[in-house]
T-cell receptor, first 112, second 114 residues
Framework: QKEVEQDPGPLSVPEGAIVSLNCTYS??????FMWYRQYSRKGPELLMY????GNKEDGRFTAQVDKSSKYISLFIRDSQPSDSATYLC????????????FGKGTMLLVSP | KAGVTQTPRYLIKTRGQQVTLSCSPI?????VSWYQQTPGQGLQFLFE???????NKGNFPGRFSGRQFSNSRSEMNVSTLELGDSALYLC?????????????FGDGTRLSIL
């Protein structure tokens, strides 16, 4: 079992839809949870950064962490074609240092 | 504020050669981490440097090495290249190497081995 599991997709939705992206993990020591967006031929761009359990909202994006279930989610409201990208979840905190453990990413396609 | 800069963007090498990749972190960031991204394995941690010292290392062979200079710029070297080393190599920086600070990535160096 990999430490972080993420459905690779692709996930295809129409413009304006609410998108839900998820990751599960096995290491209960993870404390910091991130979502990155990666466009083709570009590096990962940090979208959301959360600590421990709870919700965090930033514009159209909401990140949720449920440490009891070892489950994290990213919700995108009013999705746009420009949101089409690969979304990577990442985690750290099991060592005290900034080493990130990534999911393999979910490809999202938003059609106009 | 300029982001993380990686050079070159693309590189083609043949088996057995060696290669050096460069990374300039965000100004003021002292920690630099390197990751390898492949379609099969996703993003995997290579190593992390802070204050010119390697602080943490992933599960990669000794052919992969790096260093950090006093201005926090970092280089990564791969010797005796193998076909399986074809990947996108990403550099990320953060203010320190503690886990309570997010990392910011560059656009990577695409390495192709022929």
């Amino acid at each position: 079992q990999k430490e972080v599991e993420q459905d690779p997709g692709p996930l295809s939705v129409p413009e304006g839809a609410i998108v839900s992206l998820n990751c599960t993990y096995s290491n209960s020591a993870f404390q910091y949870f991130m979502w990155y967006r990666q466009y083709s031929r570009k590096g990962p761009e940090l979208l959301m950064y959360t600590y421990s359990s709870g919700n965090k909202e930033d514009g159209r994006f909401t990140a949720q962490v449920d440490k009891s279930s070892k489950y994290i989610s990213l919700f995108i409201r009013d999705s746009q074609p420009s949101d089409s990208a690969t979304y990577l979840c990442a985690m750290s905190g099991d060592s005290g240092y900034s080493t990130l453990t990534f999911g393999k990413g979910t490809m999202l396609l938003v059609s106009p | 504020k300029a982001g993380v800069t990686q050079t070159p963007r693309y590189l083609i090498k043949t088996r057995g050669q060696q290669v050096t990749l460069s990374c300039s972190p965000i100004s003021g960031h002292r920690s630099v981490s390197w990751y390898q991204q492949t379609p099969g394995q996703g993003l995997q941690f290579l190593f992390e440097y802070f204050s010119e010292t390697q602080r943490n290392k992933g599960n990669f062979p000794g052919r992969f090495s790096g260093r950090q200079f006093s201005n926090s710029r970092s280089e990564m070297n791969v010797s005796t290249l193998e076909l399986g080393d074809s990947a996108l190599y990403l550099c990320a920086s953060s203010p320190t190497n503690r886990d309570n600070q997010p990392q910011h990535f560059g656009d990577g160096t695409r390495l192709s081995i022929l």
